[in-house]
């Protein structure tokens, strides 16, 4: 609904303009189960007007035909198949507890390493400990983080943000982003947002959270999704109702498996 209203306002704005969000539901279902999944979305007022049904075979294949920016589902097997072939990709996991979303902004969280930016920091911190990973984000403070796999779902979001910014919309963008990291703002903050001016991206609020649950800070924020690359931060928001998604990239997924 949030995504719904973010396109009826670019339409109001930019009436000839077709770049807006574009909802396709994939699954491997077969074409048969098609009357029932209209009847769905027409049920709860959904704006869906494609489907790419595979009849079993996996419907990673037509990611890049559909021009995907984003990727979500289920199920962890294809979100790591989408992954490796390049396209932004996360598993969904529901959160515990009902909790109310806005309708009229939509509100998207995201980690910093290996979802914003590449893991190359995280694997300093895992193989050399934290002291070495404040010493080496203070030493290459001017260089800017490589990019992860979420970097240009981020893009895309700024896109459209500058398009209200056009019309003087600013303060009444129906869409918010959200840094949130463990990366502490004194000793390890600076980099990450060289690394967006340098990219030209804007977000609009960056909470670091120096080591701090995210949790708590979820609850504030609301997010319709919030990105991350670690299980147990995914667990914890989850826990405290926020709809989380798994990012399967970067080096603490070799740890989380080993675990």
């Known amino acids: 609904q949030a995504l719904e209203h973010v396109n009826a306002r670019l339409l109001e704005l930019y009436p000839e303009?077709?770049?807006?969000?574009?909802i396709v539901l994939m699954t491997n279902n077969h074409a048969q189960v098609g009357v029932r999944l209209i009847n769905s979305i027409n049920h709860y007022g959904l704006t869906i007007e494609r489907f790419c049904m595979t009849g079993g075979k996996s419907p990673i294949g037509y990611l890049t035909a559909y021009l995907t920016n984003l990727y979500l589902s289920a199920d962890s097997e294809k979100v790591q198949e989408a992954i490796e072939a390049g396209i932004a990709s996360a598993t969904m996991f529901a959160s515990n507890k009902d909790v109310a979303y806005s309708d009229t902004q939509l509100r998207v969280a995201f980690d910093g390493d290996a979802v914003l930016f590449s893991d190359e920091s995280e694997q300093i911190v895992k193989e050399q400990g934290l002291d070495r990973f404040f010493e080496h984000?203070?030493?290459?403070?001017?260089?800017?983080?490589?990019?992860?796999?979420?970097?240009?779902?981020?893009?895309?979001?700024?896109?459209l943000q500058k398009k209200f910014y056009a019309k003087n919309e600013r303060l009444n963008c129906p869409i918010r982003t959200f840094l949130v990291t463990a990366r502490s703002a004194a000793s390890s903050g600076a980099r990450v947002l060289k690394t967006l001016r340098s990219w030209g991206l804007e977000i609009d609020e960056a909470l670091f959270l120096a080591g701090a649950p995210k949790g708590p800070i979820l609850v504030k924020i609301r997010p319709h999704i919030f990105f991350d690359d670690q299980m147990f931060h995914i667990e914890g928001a989850q826990k405290l109702g926020t709809i989380a998604a798994h990012v399967p990239?970067?080096?603490?997924?070799?740890?989380?498996k080993s675990a």
């Not at 303009?17 to 574009?22: A, I, K, P, S, V």
């Not at 983080?145 to 779902?153: D, I």
């Not at 990239?249 to 989380?256: D, I, M, T």
Request: glycine content about 10%.
């Open 17 to 22: 303009d077709e770049e807006r969000f574009d």
């Open 137 to 159: 984000e203070q030493l290459n403070e001017n260089k800017p983080l490589a990019q992860g796999p979420l970097k240009g779902f981020l893009e895309d979001l700024g896109k």
């Open 249 to 256: 990239y970067g080096v603490a997924q070799k740890y989380h």
